[in-house]
T-cell receptor, first 116, second 113 residues
Framework: NAGVMQNPRHLVRRRGQEARLRCSPMKGHSHVYWYRQLPEEGLKFMVYLQKENIIDESGMPKERFSAEFPKEGPSILRIQQVVRGDSAAYFC??????????????FGSGTQLSVL | DQQVKQNSPSLSVQEGRISILNCDYTNSMFDYFLWYKKYPAEGPTFLISISSIKDKNEDGRFTVFLNKSAKHLSLHIVPSQPGDSAVYFCAAQIYNQGGKLIFGQGTELSVKP
């Protein structure tokens, strides 16, 4: 019974390159959330997706960031033309229900992105 | 605009004693609160939660207290164990935005043997 799987665990990119972060939700979960944790800060919501739909992207930076959750395959968080300020831990979480008040999220181990 | 605040970055307690972690919030629309525990190089794991209609929820060694008038909640761990050493995050959500959590900055708890 695998949990939320994220890969890679560590990703190093040079400024201007693209970063692709992958997340496979828990089996049976069709709701995916992405969070970002900057150094010395708490996690901050970025985007909420269901299969083939972006439901809430209010936490996504307006430029360079995009997310998808296709019908088949993992959810992808894509960062174009990375800058040093993008260096952070990116966590994916999944759940089996939509927006219930006491919804319990299951988090992956995260991807640590380092931009040189 | 930090809507959920954990003002103590770290806390050190002796094994067997009580650990009290505090959290303050500003948004009156929050109606559900959660505590997550995080070990290094791992994702957060759910620990305990409380609805805004309650003032206390208990689960084994963990108890969360909510004071709505003060917009304050606390997590009590008793007795504390060395395995409890981790970063604890307080989080809040609005009823129709389940899954969109607002996290505090975290408190690093160290339980000394």
């Amino acid at each position: 019974n695998a949990g939320v799987m994220q890969n890679p665990r560590h990703l190093v990119r040079r400024r201007g390159q693209e970063a692709r972060l992958r997340c496979s939700p828990m089996k049976g979960h069709s709701h995916v959330y992405w969070y970002r944790q900057l150094p010395e800060e708490g996690l901050k919501f970025m985007v909420y997706l269901q299969k083939e739909n972006i439901i809430d992207e209010s936490g996504m930076p307006k430029e360079r960031f995009s997310a998808e959750f296709p019908k088949e395959g993992p959810s992808i968080l894509r960062i174009q033309q990375v800058v040093r300020g993008d260096s952070a831990a990116y966590f994916c979480a999944s759940s089996s229900v939509a927006r219930r008040a006491n919804e319990k999220l299951f988090f992956g181990s995260g991807t640590q992105l380092s931009v040189l | 605009d930090q809507q959920v605040k954990q003002n103590s970055p770290s806390l050190s307690v002796q094994e067997g004693r009580i650990s009290i972690l505090n959290c303050d919030y500003t948004n009156s629309m929050f109606d559900y609160f959660l505590w997550y525990k995080k070990y290094p190089a791992e994702g957060p794991t759910f620990l305990i939660s409380i609805s805004s209609i309650k003032d206390k929820n208990e689960d084994g060694r963990f108890t969360v207290f909510l004071n709505k008038s003060a917009k304050h909640l606390s997590l009590h761990i008793v007795p504390s164990q060395p395995g409890d050493s981790a970063v604890y995050f307080c989080a809040a959500q609005i009823y129709n935005q389940g899954g969109k959590l607002i996290f505090g900055q975290g408190t690093e708890l160290s339980v000394k043997p």
